[in-house]
């Protein structure tokens, strides 16, 4: 089993509309989340940090569920410039900075 | 801009040779990481230096290896080039406090491509 899964998509979402998607990771005791975004062929960037009760960034709405250990996404009234891959990332903590990352879910904003 | 860049942006090395990837973190910084992109997958970890020190290592062979220097860039070296060692390389510098949420933010990237 993969430490961090998500949905691949894509997820064809037309403008203006609503999109969410979620991924699981596999340890319970994982200390911190992240949302990234990644262009084609561009870096990781860093979308938003996940708190345990929720977090809002604008039309960005996170989610942490601990008891099932999964995170959401939720993106409202989408842009053409939020299409993008979406990466999940998790720091299982330990002390260290390693991040697992999901494969990513991908978002087409179409016109 | 994170303020992270990467030298070179490409490179194309054959098997068996041996590559040198290189970071300069964001000022006031004293963590770098290491992750290898493989296309269509997420980063996966190598290892973190902290104040010059290998501080946890991923799953990746020997003949990957690295370096800080005093003023936190970075060097990624690979020996004996595989063809899957073809990838994006990618570094990301971070501030390491005790206690505190450690958020990474990652350079360009040097895309390998291993003939």
């Known amino acids: 089993r993969k430490e961090v899964e998500q949905d691949p998509g894509p997820f064809n979402v037309p403008e203006g509309a609503t999109v969410a998607f979620n991924c699981t990771y596999s340890?319970?005791?994982?200390?911190?989340f992240f949302w990234y975004r990644q262009d084609c062929r561009k870096e990781p960037k860093l979308l938003m940090s996940?708190?345990?009760s929720g977090n809002e960034d604008g039309r960005f709405t996170a989610q942490l569920n601990r008891a099932s250990q999964y995170i959401s996404l939720l993106i409202r009234d989408s842009k053409l410039s939020d299409s993008a891959t979406y990466l999940c990332v998790v720091n299982p903590g330990g002390g260290w900075g390693k991040l697992q990352f999901g494969a990513g879910t991908q978002v087409v904003v179409t016109p | 801009e994170t303020g992270v860049t990467q030298s070179p942006t490409h490179l194309i090395k054959t098997r068996g040779q041996q590559v040198t990837l290189r970071c300069s973190s964001q000022s006031g910084h004293n963590t770098v990481s290491w992750y290898q992109q493989a296309l269509g997958q997420g980063p996966q970890f190598i290892f973190q230096y902290y104040r010059e020190e290998e501080n946890g290592r991923g799953n990746f062979p020997p003949r990957f290896s690295g370096l800080q220097f005093p003023n936190y860039s970075s060097e990624l070296n690979v020996n004996a080039l595989e063809l899957d060692d073809s990838a994006l390389y990618l570094c990301?510098?971070?501030?390491?406090?005790?206690?505190?949420?450690?958020?990474?933010?990652f350079g360009p990237g040097t895309r390998l491509l291993v003939l």
């Open positions: 340890n319970s005791a994982s200390q911190s």
């Open positions: 990301a510098s971070s501030v390491k406090l005790a206690g505190a949420r450690e958020t990474q933010y």
């Open positions: 996940v708190y345990s």
